[in-house]
């Protein structure tokens, strides 16, 4: 592209100190168009938007959604009329639009190799010698839906109530997504979960 | 409590969200009952994978592409400025101007506007000639939809499941009555069962499969029984 990058031409600059700036003088500040606190607000939220597409979308899609999430960010700010949370905001977005690839790649999917899908392997049986990798490899197998929720309840640590702002569900929905994911992935890790036991093997 | 309510429970019992009485049922079965004591273990396990995995880093050039998608939307944006302005000075210099040559005026105008944006259109990225959408949620009713359609998909995948063990738990004792069989009807049988398992496997999910699913296991409980009565004495 040949268009000037943002940081390349003058731009109003306020007095930021980078570290003390809470949320509304950052989006005041972004609004205005200032690439020191575009900069900042996307250091801020690149690892959570970009972990979150990586993890719905996988690492084909995921740095092509981040950019897309982080332009809507930033076009969309001046529409941003914080009755949410700034992050709350940024996440939803994100879960949107890696859903909606997430939709893409399933048709994609669909229209490309439909008869390969009923006769493929479960993907975890080989045993990998990190579980990280098999619960990421078993990830992968959930419905989209269900990724979205368990990456940010479980992955993220956010609580249901952030979840349903996010998902725009009701808690007791996501409590329910929630539940399903985690049964779904027992089963597709069935094994690898057994044979790890925790130490002492005692109920918690 | 018992096993069904323990597995119903065990999130909210990890989570902390069950209040003390809860809570002290769920441990209580957890004390008696081994299996659901390896269902909290592997849930705990899960839940301590997930929360430790390795956070995906942004690639190093993510924020250069976002910053130049966003130079290049700002520079779309002063064209469209352009041409409002231009449309906004011409209607200002035919208002004076009687009705009907307005009228004409105004079809030039856009004759003009066409012109102007046929000749600004492409140097602007294909991305950006869409409109920019606003950055709403995802409409309610769609996110319903979507809940639903998983949630389909999520029963038909537990109906295959179940099915496929009763099939796994119906087939060695079929096999075991076919063994006393004639060749020509255990090759009848042959025939018969993978019939019956090709209608599964091309049957689209739904309905039309759950009956294949029910026509094989019949058949094959249909046979194993045959294996029943011969061990009860009554044929």
Same mark, same amino acid.
């Given at each position: ?5 943002v940081?390349d031409?003058?731009?109003p600059?306020?007095?930021?100190a980078?570290a ?17 606190a575009?900069e900042?607000?996307y250091?801020?939220y ?10 719905i +979308? &996988?690492?084909?899609?995921? %740095? *092509? =959604? !981040? ?9 969309? #700010? ?12 940024i ?19 669909e +229209? &490309?190799?439909?008869?390969? %899908? *009923? =006769? !493929?392997a479960p ?7 990190? #579980? ?10 959930l419905?989209a ?7 940010l ?8 109530e952030?979840?349903a ?5 009701r ?16 089963e597709?890790?069935?094994p ?8 002492g093997?005692?109920?918690? | 409590?018992n096993?069904?309510?323990?597995a ?5 019992y990890l ?9 002290s049922?769920?441990?209580?079965h ?11 273990d592997?849930?705990?396990r899960?839940?301590?994978?997930l ?19 966003v ?10 400025g ?17 009705w ?15 012109v ?15 409109p ?36 796994s ?9 076919v ?13 018969d ?7 599964v496997?091309v049957?689209?999910?739904g ?12 058949y ?16």
């Amino acid at each position: 592209m040949a268009s000037t990058a943002v940081s390349d031409i003058p731009r109003p600059r306020a007095d930021l100190a980078a570290a003390a700036m809470d949320d509304a003088t950052l989006i005041a500040a972004c609004r205005r168009g200032d690439a020191r606190a575009m900069e900042l607000l996307y250091h801020q939220y690149k690892r959570r938007v970009f972990g979150l597409c990586h993890r719905i +979308v &996988g690492p084909v899609d995921a %740095e *092509e =959604v !981040a950019q897309e999430v982080f332009v809507r960010v930033f076009r969309g #700010l001046a529409g941003f009329r914080g009755d949410a949370q700034l992050g709350t905001w940024i996440y939803r977005l994100a879960v949107n639009c890696a859903l909606t690839q997430a939709g893409k790649q399933r048709r994609r999917q669909e +229209v &490309g190799d439909d008869h390969l %899908e *009923e =006769v !493929a392997a479960p993907p975890v049986a080989s045993r990998d010698p990190r #579980l990280s990798r098999r619960v990421e490899a078993a990830m992968a197998e959930l419905p989209a839906g269900y990724r979205a929720i368990l990456v940010l309840h479980d992955v993220e640590g956010l609580s249901h109530e952030e979840c349903a702002a996010i998902m725009d569900c009701r808690v007791g929905t996501s409590k329910s997504q929630l539940h399903k994911a985690r049964m779904r992935m027992r089963e597709l890790l069935g094994p690898a979960l057994a044979a790890e036991r925790l130490p002492g093997g005692e109920a918690p | 409590m018992n096993c069904r309510q323990l597995a119903a429970q065990v999130d909210g019992y990890l989570d902390g969200d069950l209040d003390e009485v809860g809570a002290s049922a769920c441990r209580g079965h957890l004390r008696t009952c081994a299996a659901c004591r390896d269902l909290a273990d592997q849930q705990t396990r899960l839940r301590a994978a997930l929360a430790e995995l390795p956070p995906a880093e942004p690639p190093a050039h993510l924020w250069a592409a976002i910053d130049a998608r966003v130079g290049a939307a700002e520079i779309a944006d002063s064209r469209r400025g352009a041409l409002a302005t231009g449309w906004s000075r011409l209607v200002a210099w035919l208002r004076p101007v009687a009705w009907p040559v307005a009228m004409v005026g105004s079809a030039g105008a856009i004759a003009l506007a066409v012109v102007q944006l046929r000749d600004a259109a492409p140097s602007q990225p294909l991305a950006l000639r869409a409109p920019v959408i606003a950055p709403a949620a995802a409409p309610p009713v769609r996110l319903a939809l979507r809940d639903a359609l998983d949630e389909r998909a999520d029963l038909e995948r537990e109906a295959d499941g179940r099915f496929r063990q009763v099939v796994s738990e119906l087939l060695p004792l079929a096999r075991a009555e076919v063994a006393t069989w004639s060749a020509r009807r255990a090759q009848a049988f042959a025939h018969d069962l993978e019939r019956r398992e090709q209608a599964v496997l091309v049957a689209s999910p739904g309905h039309v499969r759950e009956r294949a699913w029910h026509d094989l296991t019949s058949y094959l409980e249909r046979v194993a029984l045959g294996e029943q009565v011969a061990l009860g004495g009554g044929r």
